[in-house]
């Protein structure tokens, strides 16, 4: 798993206006000038939190005439889910061992006291 690209997502993933702008590509492929409206920035500035979740690989742009489309893009989630994984099973390893342990201390027969 390449980090840089790992730390990419997650940096992206970090900002508040970032993670907006995802959720709003949740319903599906929007223009620049919606995904803008509702923060509370100029649209520069819009555009430069855009190129950080491009360059993540978490957004994609398409270009027609002159508006620009964006649309979530799978491969920068995946990297975070992935890693993520890793780590979900190690929990539920853990757990399930954890719940074992419970079991047998509480077997009847067993002196509890």
Known sequence: MDSGQLDAVFAAMSDPSRRMILERLTRGE????????????????????????????????????????LRLSPLGFRTATDWLARYQQFW??????????????????????
């Open 30 to 69: 929007a223009t620049v000038g919606t995904v803008a409206s509702p923060l509370p920035m100029a649209l520069p500035s819009v555009s430069k939190h855009i190129k950080v979740l491009e360059k993540a690989g978490l957004v994609e742009r398409r270009i027609e005439g002159r508006e620009h489309w």
């Open 92 to 113: 539920t390893e853990s757990l399930d061992q954890l719940e074992r342990l419970v079991v047998a201390l509480e077997a009847p027969g067993r002196d509890n006291a």
